[in-house]
């Protein structure tokens, strides 16, 4: 599927267990009619697709069992392969926003913390949810994280937190927290069992998108307390665990796509083949084909950006601007993949018969989660800006 | 809205009866739970908001009280009208498929035909079917009609009809159909009472759109007899009818849906302009101003297609290169607005909130519905070689 | 061409008239090598061509004998006629910037300037230039004409008239222009006899377009005097006169280069059904075929753009708004539509064998001039927001 | 600039070397009057800068001293830099057709052959050309090679061709010509000295890109003998050799152009920078900042796409579709870049003040020469058919 110059062995392998694990295990689950109110798969069904897993040895497939991570270039193919079903991420735990979650705590978590907290995610027993964006007609942090507005104040051996999170994912249902708020030293975050009463949830919007267990929630923190020691790293230090967690975890949303999409072109090309329209076969039509061939283009052009991108995070850089750069090349070209699978099938494309039109619904929330492409551009051009400043001077 | 120059005062005064209708009575039930499988309204609700639409004047509002039909730049301005809701059209009984299977009887019906089948639809009373489309997959008319495998032959006083049919929007529930099938004489039409146990509704797929009750059904019609003077107009001229109906249910659609998406650009905008990022209102972002100045451009130049197409047909032509112009521009330009408003009001627009996600999720299905794109582009490459033909002759 | 209703039978004859004398005298001359260094025909083919003109009575067409002019609406199926050669604008002398200079002058010049000033040029003897835009790199009016830096101050009988401009069309060998420049009261404008040595003529750069005579100039204004009766209106009313310019001269450039897509797509369909690749017309290939049928789609919708923009102008409306969404969609339309025919004709699309090539530059520099598209989204923006806050109070 | 992991030092320090050399002694060069009608530098021009070339170092920098030729990774990353002037290229000696002309030679030339022709080449002393394409109005090998119909039959110890040949780059001024010609025995290239008064020029046209010496000539081939030992190769093989340079070839435009477009993204970036409108930096505008944020994405996934397919090529594939793929891709997202860098400049992007109107042209023809987008994905479309069939079987 890559280049896959530089990538061990190990990882290619990886990448191919999960493939065919995907392809034979989990793609038969996608008619299981087990889906909550959102449209999402259960946490019933999601934990017995994860036995198999367990059983394959394709169960949080990147992270290795002496607890080490695969390099960025190396996730990229592994959780492609994992994208091929939507359910396929799920079934791995290579879903988000656990897989930023596991990567954010065995980055910055202190051994108990792991212990406590990063163990079972890794052992795909619990799932996750990380309350950073805040509603914007309020006031708060949307896509702005500057304006965050939830806070927190030291209380004896606590901390106790205020506030209202905004799109949530996965909060309902969730055993672990990973917290954002204010304090005087700044930024702060922390880890926190779920469910707590102190987090009301308000309200679960039907969305778009529907692969996300728990939906993506608003909900109110009405004087959460922590204890102390289940602050992550050091007070202040907030944004800088966000940033550490952020150009990794954007990536990952490409690479689960690029996975979903490579499989919908798929569908799209066998429709192709068998079908007949106006006297051959629809692929015949240059209309038709003339899509495959674009899809094709920018499959492989997705491809090469994560490619890319992983490897300048491989080099430690945070790979805020690069990451932009793929988030938007990518999420864009994957919308185009996908209009183009479901527009080639037709009537067929736009109902529930396969998974392109889910797959169509996903990629259009993922042009928004994670930053709208406007947000990356004007970022962007804030960098060119500094760029040619600093040419200049 | 429009310049309507040569719109009697008459249709816009209906006009601005169904606007007001639309905005007071309809929307606020755009929240009412009440919804079938597929998403789509239940026939209580529609039955519900037509009492309500019978009231206050605007039930079938584009058909007079004397029979007669508003000519189709006038019903442009009332359908628009109702379009502003996607329950708009159910509540005035000028959706698909049954405003175009009014207009098709109106024009073609025998008095007898009229009284018994169009006159309870005329008076929202039923809901009506078109059975035309079959399975692509089983060598049956996907978006080529010619390739009609539904037969009917007569015997004695009836004729005994057979076949698959796919994509028969609102099927589940109609009460009145008109199905199409071949005979050797050629293609001929029937109007039948539904339900009926010879048609066997097989799936309800569920699709990408949800405001049409019934979804659209695949259906088999197993030995279903029909009396002959059930028959519509002669046998053989089935096509010809089928061409009647076309263009004008074509361009319904635009009308409808370009309604639809004018409430979404005005929810978009008012989102731009009381949200704030980044320090400023979001309409002073160009980013996002940018994009509601195009969708106020998209939506003139639909506007503009749509009266252009409909003064063509007021003039007797049948319009078939006309409305498939208007259709592709139309429904691509309203996919273009769509795709806008739900970016400009970023994780807002991916939810229920509004129904702006919905919007964008019946104007991906147009762009399919009624012919996909490509195959509107094809038939116009056939016109424009004929053309060239022609003149060089 | 268009519907066209309301539009009267003499002004559509003299569109007849215009066309037939386009097709038949001034393609030929597309051909004759006489062009200045900047690839634009030479005053002495333009006055050849204007005779033909005067002979076939269609010189200055939009403006009839009794010096009134036809309506907006009117003039454009005149002016798209007139452009379908890119010469049949300088032969009919309804090009830019002539064309929206005579109209000025029609509106509010007094009898005298008329007499002295537009006369001729209405007469076609003289061409003309509009003194407006300066060099935004020093600081002047590029896309923003509150920038103006071009000073006027009184001086006994006369105005001393000091500044430099850029992009004036048509500066270079012009006998008429109108100066704007800044006084006390206010923005004003003057018509001046060319050439003068106190406009210096600094340079004319070479551009992608080719179709204006004289080209773009940059010039130096050096203590030019003027006799204060040649002051066009009243002193503080310039930006007002050049309102009354700005959209009708703005949609005549729309209306123009409509004329000439039309006679490029015309060329590319004729081309694409003559030639063959891969063992048949290339028209029957879809990629072909479809870029044809997108090509009709555009062309009509920049058409009713058009027509929508004039109606509104002949209300009295100064149609700023309007003006700005008519250039941005026809000017986009129309470089697509260039575009396409290029691509349609593969290599020799990017010769000069036919105007082809000379009309996709022709269009790339149009969206820029009069302003760029960008320019025109931002005030399209600026009034959303404005409409917005007046339906909210 | 790239990556670049896996790419020899050698060949890092060689694209510097050529960097430096265009930005120092090519780039001044671009105001130097000297061009032929069609606006390309003159042979006179062309051999001045090889000398300095020459002096530093940098004359044929692809094609080491033993006569070895970097692999096509490396040679991407010292095309592109030879592209960062429309000019470079031509001091290089790595512009088209003579780059892909030696590789052939180098690949495929006997040694005799070599030192004759490939040598002078190498040497940056002669021009030459690649006769392939013929007239598609004539029945002959437009962008369908076989439908070639030039014929070449023995007679004694020479060949004799007879043809007509159309877009020969190059062709005028040339010194060596490769030409294509049939046998019976399949199609045959020849080494020919140039000129020859059997090759006949009938007609160069003036086309929209200018950097190329020669223009595109149209020409007649009338009895041209050519000695039996200046055949390449062997009889039969010519389409063959035709693959052999077909996709390095194809390629290496891909990376003279990114180099071009790196630039006019560098002026178009200088000047947002710079000037100011609407009371800021043009580059905070969104509408300004976000295209060119849209260019940093689109300059990236170029170069990418380059990169892989470079990859390809050097595992020893005759990588047909891959280079079809990066043809489409990098072309018409310099395309895209070009544009956008225009749009910005505004006025001044379509004048010669700076080489951005230059590189839009240029990219304009690119989309058509060396195969238009269209063809290129009828073939993918053909291979994505036949790998459907084949992973059915």
Chains 1, 2, 3, 4 share one sequence.
């Not at 905004?166 to 990973?178: C, K, L, P, Y």
């Not at 202040?236 to 689960?256: I, K």
Request: net charge negative; aromatic share 6%; glycine share 8%.
């Amino acid at each position: 599927m890559t280049a896959n110059s530089g990538i061990s062995d190990q990882a290619l392998a990886i990448a191919a267990k999960v493939e065919a694990f995907v392809r034979k295990t989990v793609i038969p689950y996608e008619k299981d009619p087990r889906r909550d109110h959102h449209g999402a798969p259960t946490d019933e069904l999601v934990m017995e697709m994860r036995e198999h897993a367990r059983a394959a040895g394709v169960l949080t497939p990147h992270i290795l069992s002496d607890g080490s991570h695969l390099n960025q270039r190396e996730t990229a193919v592994v959780l492609i392969s994992s994208g091929l079903s939507p359910l396929g991420p799920l079934a791995c735990n290579t879903m988000a926003p656990d897989e930023g979650n596991m990567y954010l705590l065995g980055k910055e978590g202190s051994p108990e913390l792991k212990d406590r907290f990063l163990k079972p995610m890794v052992e795909g027993r619990v799932r996750s949810a990380f309350f950073m964006t805040e509603p914007a007609d309020e006031g708060g942090a949307g896509s702005d994280p500057s304006m965050m507005q939830t806070t927190c104040r030291p209380d004896g051996n606590h901390w106790v937190i205020n506030g209202r999170k905004t799109f949530i994912t996965g909060a309902q249902g969730a055993r672990v927290g990973i917290v954002m708020a204010k304090a005087e030293e700044g930024a702060c975050m922390f880890l926190v069992d779920l469910p707590d009463p102190a987090i009301r949830i308000d309200h679960v919007p039907n969305t778009i998108d529907s692969s996300m267990p728990g939906g993506h929630a608003t909900l109110t923190i009405d004087n959460l307390r922590v204890p102390a020691d289940q602050m992550l790293g050091q007070a202040g230090e907030g944004f800088r665990y966000a940033q550490v967690r952020l150009s990794p975890a954007r990536l990952s949303h490409c690479m689960r796509w690029l996975g979903a999409c490579i499989r919908a072109n798929e569908i799209a090309t066998d429709y192709a083949n068998r079908r007949h329209a106006f006297g051959k076969p629809l692929v015949d039509h240059e209309g038709v084909g003339f899509m495959l061939a674009e899809n094709l283009i920018d499959l492989k052009q997705a491809e090469l950006m994560i490619d890319w991108c992983a490897g300048v995070l491989d080099t430690g850089s945070l790979g805020t601007a690069e990451s932009s750069m793929a988030k938007v090349a990518v999420s864009e070209a994957l919308m185009r993949i996908a209009d183009r699978c479901v527009q080639v099938m037709g009537g067929t494309g736009v109902t529930d018969t396969t998974i392109v039109e889910q797959v169509f619904r996903e990629v259009r929330a993922f042009r928004i989660y994670d930053g709208p492409t406007e947000v990356h551009k004007w970022s962007l051009a804030k960098k060119i800006k500094r760029d040619w400043k600093a040419a200049r001077d």
